[in-house]
C-alpha cells in the first residue's frame, strides 16, 4: 500500500473546513467521539479480512483510524476536504500515521484507482444538500465500493439538527436513506443513536448499512 495525498479543489467549502480545523482542536467539534464503539461494532459485524480496503469518507481529526491500527487493519484510507484535519491526525498517530493513505478531496472530486471493501462515512452526506452533490456521492460509491462490498453510513436523522457547524443539514429516515441506495444495494439495517457532544448537548443520527450487489 502506498501512502498518498490527494489534493481537493480550493472551493468554498474547503475554506470553510479549513477554518473550522485551524480555530478549534479535535475534542472541541460537536462529532467528537472519544471511543467510536458504533463504527467499530459494524464494522466488525461485517467480519472483514485485515487486508480489507477500508475508507473513512470525511474522517478528518476522528480517532476510528487509530482504532483500526489497533485491530490489524492493513489497508487504511482516511479522505477529508480539510488538509489541517488530516495534519492533526498524523501528528496523532506520529509513526503510525505513515502506514495510512491520506486522501486530501472533496468527495464530489474524489478520484482513485482503488476499490474498497468497506465504505464508512460518519457525518459527511448530510452536508451534501442538492441533488446534483447528492448524485455525485452516489456515483462515486458505486464506482469504488467493490461489489459485495459493504457501505456503512450515519447521517443526521429526522430528529437531528439542521444546522451543524454552521453550515444546512439534510435529515434522513430508514425510508428515505433506502430509497437513495435502492439501485445496486442489498439493505442489511438501520437504527438510531443519540450522540452526546463535547458540549452537553445531544444529536440524533441514524447508522445504516448496505452490502453492495
Known amino acids: 500500500m502506498q501512502n498518498n495525498e490527494c489534493l481537493g479543489d480550493k472551493n468554498f467549502s474547503k475554506k470553510h473546513w479549513e477554518n ?4 478549534k482542536n479535535f475534542n472541541e467539534v460537536s462529532w467528537y467521539q472519544e471511543s467510536p464503539k458504533t463504527s467499530i461494532d459494524l464494522i466488525q459485524s461485517v467480519d472483514p479480512d485485515k487486508n480489507a480496503y477500508i475508507i473513512d469518507v470525511g474522517g478528518g481529526n476522528s480517532n476510528l483510524v487509530d482504532n483500526l491500527i489497533e485491530l490489524g487493519f492493513k489497508n487504511i484510507f482516511v479522505l477529508d476536504i480539510s488538509l489541517k484535519a488530516l495534519e492533526k491526525s498524523k501528528q496523532r498517530l506520529n509513526e503510525k500515521s505513515k502506514t495510512i493513505n491520506w486522501i486530501n478531496s472533496d468527495i464530489k472530486e474524489f478520484k482513485t484507482n482503488e476499490k474498497f471493501d468497506i465504505w464508512h462515512d ?6 451534501l444538500i442538492s441533488e446534483e452533490d447528492i448524485k455525485k456521492y452516489i456515483e462515486s460509491v458505486n464506482r469504488f465500493l467493490k461489489p459485495a462490498g459493504y457501505l456503512i453510513i ?3 436523522s429526522l430528529k437531528g439538527p439542521k444546522k451543524c457547524s454552521g453550515l444546512d443539514t439534510k435529515q434522513y429516515s430508514e425510508d428515505s436513506i433506502r430509497k437513495i441506495f435502492n439501485k445496486g444495494f442489498e439493505y442489511i439495517k438501520s437504527f438510531e443513536e443519540i450522540h452526546n457532544t463535547p458540549f452537553n448537548t445531544t444529536q440524533s443520527f441514524i447508522w445504516n448499512v448496505f ?3
Open 20 to 23: 473550522i480545523y485551524n480555530l
Open 122 to 127: 460518519r457525518a459527511l452526506f448530510h452536508f
Open 154 to 156: 450515519a447521517t443526521f
Open 211 to 213: 452490502k453492495k450487489l
